[in-house]
């Protein structure tokens, strides 16, 4: 036995506990594009409706609020690599329970990462989207190639609109030869910008269908999925990870990650 990286009980070896697990996957149904909530599993949202989308499904675990988007900032910030794993594993959780309940077409996927400019790559020293994609596909067991690339280093997105975001990463994505069903895995969903631009360079390149796989969405303005994580916590938690009140749900076009 281990300790789970989120409340330190028991738990397996590079997983979370049973508690964490069910609680960090405690979501309701969404929009099959964007993730907001809506009455149904598989519903597409009104705003989905009209600008419609060039990825198939978006699959998620939870809203990035609270202690889980306190972990996904301890992978992504401070290199907390032992993270990946017990992600990974939730991750193909999820997948397989959107399969059950969202009539998700049965056929064979392949895994790609949203790419990280070389540039960033070694200020940085890892991509934490490779890395979850190389762990998914071992936990699915599919394979793992990267016919994704950037074309150019982007600007910080903090502070960007949607509008600006998708201007600064115009044609910053371009694919080799990707034929097939694809599974997009980033750490965060916000505006869907770079998700957009990714996903169309895979369907350029062939690409049958492009599915996003992603640890957290970031929540428009109370749209958020009502769950214990902006309320209580099953185990002891880190008193960074503990907010002193009510999470704000910030707008996707003012946060900094996507």
Not at 37 to 43: K, L, R, S, T
Not at 190 to 216: I, K, P
Not at 229 to 257: I, K, M, N, V
Request: with cysteine; proline share 7%.
């Amino acid at each position: 036995m281990d300790r789970c990286p989120a409340c330190s009980t028991p738990a397996p070896r590079h997983r979370f506990c049973a508690g964490c697990e069910e609680d960090f996957t405690n979501q309701g149904p969404g929009c099959r594009f964007c993730g907001t909530p809506v009455g149904h599993a598989g519903q597409i949202c009104g705003q989905c409706l009209q600008q419609g989308h060039p990825w198939d499904r978006l699959h998620f675990i939870h809203d990035f609020q609270g202690p889980w988007a306190a972990l996904i900032r301890r992978l992504k910030y401070q290199g907390a690599l032992t993270l990946t794993d017990p992600f990974a594993a939730l991750l193909a959780r999820q997948w397989r329970v959107d399969v059950q309940y969202q009539a998700v077409p049965m056929t064979v996927y392949q895994v790609v990462a949203m790419p990280m400019h070389r540039t960033r790559l070694l200020s940085r020293g890892f991509n934490q989207a490779g890395l979850l994609a190389d762990s998914l596909a071992r936990h699915l067991a599919i394979a793992r190639r990267q016919p994704l690339y950037r074309t150019r280093e982007t600007p910080p997105l903090e502070g960007l609109s949607r509008t600006e975001r998708r201007r600064a990463l115009d044609r910053a994505f371009a694919s080799e030869a990707a034929g097939g069903h694809w599974l997009l895995v980033d750490d965060v969903f916000t505006t869907g910008a770079s998700a957009r631009q990714a996903a169309r360079a895979l369907r350029a390149a062939g690409a049958d269908s492009v599915s996003l796989v992603m640890l957290a969405r970031t929540p428009l303005s109370g749209d958020s999925h009502h769950s214990w994580l902006g309320q209580t916590w099953h185990g002891t938690r880190c008193a960074e990870d503990a907010p002193e009140s009510p999470p704000h749900f910030a707008s996707r076009s003012s946060d900094p990650r996507r």
